[in-house]
């Protein structure tokens, strides 16, 4: 039996690699002849450089003084070509939820400064081609960090200048922009999510709560977002806010797009190009592929690893099983994932927070039960 292993980090538990190890024992418990394969994989937030280095093994790591979503000095690493002048940015490395602590979060307050700091660096040593995987932020401000740090100004009604933050976003009246207009260099996006920056699926209402945001805190955000747009809109004619993809990391890509004029690129078909995925499922013969993140919901089709694994082989006749921390959906919608079983770690008989403190051996055992009852050997 040959599988591939190509499952996401589980947020605030596992990393990828972590849970990959675990899909690899349960693998072995269920066959032991089995030949398995393990794509280190991103959909653009955790992990991302890391699957980026795996596959580019020429990248230089470099390492800059920056700081973190509250504004406190750190130093965080990026990778660099000096042959191509291409920069890989991982956004969750400044401005990332990781980095702080769950009374720390708040997205009225953090922002994405840090990242642009690791931006302005890449500039600074010559990168001409810049990709930023934008998952796992601790922020909602739009992208207002990112073009702070590089010259941008914010303004409000009486022309003070507004530090970037979630709670300063509705604030905003005026734009500054730099002399620089960075059209000598190609930014990337690297966008795991096809969330609009505002509204019922936008970023705020998504993705707010799980940064720290109570509803009061959504519903200023959300006025923030539609505020800011509306300024952007007005004063830069950038009009991106419905694009598909604007929400994600609490609409960073909305301003990575709107003041650098980024692409977006899908960070999962980013990550399987690199690794060559369709090549590989059938040069190794590829029987049962297992994927998995933290939680399988309604946000699982909005782009992220596990569906687009999934998507990749919809048309393949190989099965696709996924093991997820919680499960969100009825039967026939994880079936319209393209997932063939999916098995969650939580368990309603258990005590709070034991997935978390034994998800290691849950994934293991989820492993070898989704494989018993497909079957295969």
């Not at 470099?62 to 406190?72: A, F, N, S």
């Not at 002048?85 to 400064?113: C, D, H, M, V, W």
């Not at 922009?177 to 190609?186: G, R």
């Not at 098995?343 to 494989?371: K, M, N, V, W």
């Given at each position: ?41 991103s959909d653009g937030g955790e992990n991302f ?267 393949k006749n190989i099965p696709v099983l996924a ?55």
């Open positions: 039996m040959n599988v591939l292993l190509i499952p996401d980090a589980f947020k605030d538990s596992l990393s990828a690699n972590d849970v990959s190890d675990a899909m690899r024992r349960g693998v072995l418990e269920f066959n032991p002849q089995s030949q398995i394969l393990h794509i280190p994989a450089l890391n699957s980026v280095k795996h596959y580019i093994d020429s990248l230089a790591e470099k390492e800059c003084e920056t700081v973190d979503p509250l504004g406190r000095p750190i130093r965080a690493g990026y990778l660099y070509s000096e042959t191509t002048k291409t920069a890989f940015i991982e956004l969750a490395k400044a401005s990332g939820l990781e980095l702080l602590t769950y009374a720390e979060r708040n997205p009225l307050q953090t922002s994405t400064i840090g990242t642009g700091i690791q931006i302005r660096d890449a500039m600074q040593i010559g990168a001409t081609t810049i990709y930023i995987g934008i998952g796992g932020s601790a922020t909602n401000d739009a992208g207002m960090g990112i073009a702070q740090a590089l010259g941008f100004q914010f303004r409000d009604a009486e022309g003070n200048i507004l530090n970037a933050a979630g709670s300063n976003l509705s604030s905003v009246h005026l734009v500054i922009e730099p002399e620089n207009n960075f059209s000598n260099i190609s930014f990337f996006a690297i966008n795991d999510v096809l969330n609009p920056l505002f509204g019922p699926n936008g970023a705020a209402f998504t993705y707010a709560k799980q940064k720290g945001a109570s509803s009061e805190d959504t519903m200023k955000l959300e006025q923030g977002l539609r505020q800011f747009s509306e300024v952007i809109h007005s004063e830069l004619k950038k009009d991106f806010a419905n694009l598909p993809g604007s929400g994600a990391a609490g609409g960073a890509a909305f301003g990575l797009k709107s003041f650098l004029n980024a692409e977006y690129i899908s960070g999962v078909s980013f990550i399987l190009k690199l690794a060559r995925f369709q090549k590989l499922i059938f040069s190794e013969k590829i029987d049962v592929i297992i994927t998995g993140e933290g939680c399988i919901d309604q946000q699982t089709a909005f782009g992220k690893l596990v569906y687009g694994v999934a998507n990749e082989v919809r048309d093991i997820c921390g919680k499960l969100n959906l009825h039967p026939r919608e994880v079936k319209s994932l393209g997932l063939h079983k999916v098995a969650q770690l939580y368990h309603p008989d258990q005590e709070d927070g034991y997935s978390f403190t034994h998800a290691t051996e849950l994934i293991q055992q989820r492993t070898l039960d989704l494989l018993k009852e497909l079957d295969l050997r």
